[in-house]
């Protein structure tokens, strides 16, 4: 009922930018909370950060001062602005809403992207 799909992942150097983008598409009415997680090979899949409706967004600690996450309520994006990456910062990104409500549907509703594949390396 959700579709979410990621870009801008790749590979970048230590210290490097990348800006990864989501959008969501379906019969949605509103996403209260998009976010982005990541897993890295042999571990399990962590929050980086998320963003609620309103703009108050939440981040881990390994992403503060570092990471940036936003939307545009208008087109159900979200994206995540990546600087000073570190080695450690390669995983496959994950683009996540949860609070979805859906044109004649009752609840809410949930989706997950199929990720992308951000890899730090010199």
């Known amino acids: 009922q959700v579709q979410l799909v990621e870009s801008g992942g790749g590979l970048v150097q230590p210290g490097g930018s990348l800006r990864l983008s989501c959008a969501a598409s379906?019969?949605?009415?509103?996403?209260?909370?998009m976010a982005w997680y990541r897993q890295a090979p042999g571990k399990e899949r962590e929050l980086v950060a998320d963003?609620?409706?309103?703009?108050?967004?939440n981040y881990a600690d390994s992403a503060k001062g570092r990471f940036t996450i936003s939307r545009d309520n208008a087109k159900n994006t979200v994206y995540l602005q990546m600087n000073s990456l570190k080695p450690e910062d390669t995983a496959v990104y994950y683009c996540?809403?949860?609070?979805?409500?859906?044109?004649?549907?009752?609840?809410?509703?949930?989706?997950w992207g199929q990720g992308t594949l951000v890899t730090v390396s010199p």
């Open positions: 379906g019969s949605i009415v509103s996403i209260n909370t």
């Open positions: 996540n809403a949860h609070g979805v409500k859906l044109i004649l549907r009752y609840g809410n509703f949930e989706g």
């Open positions: 963003i609620i409706s309103d703009g108050r967004t």
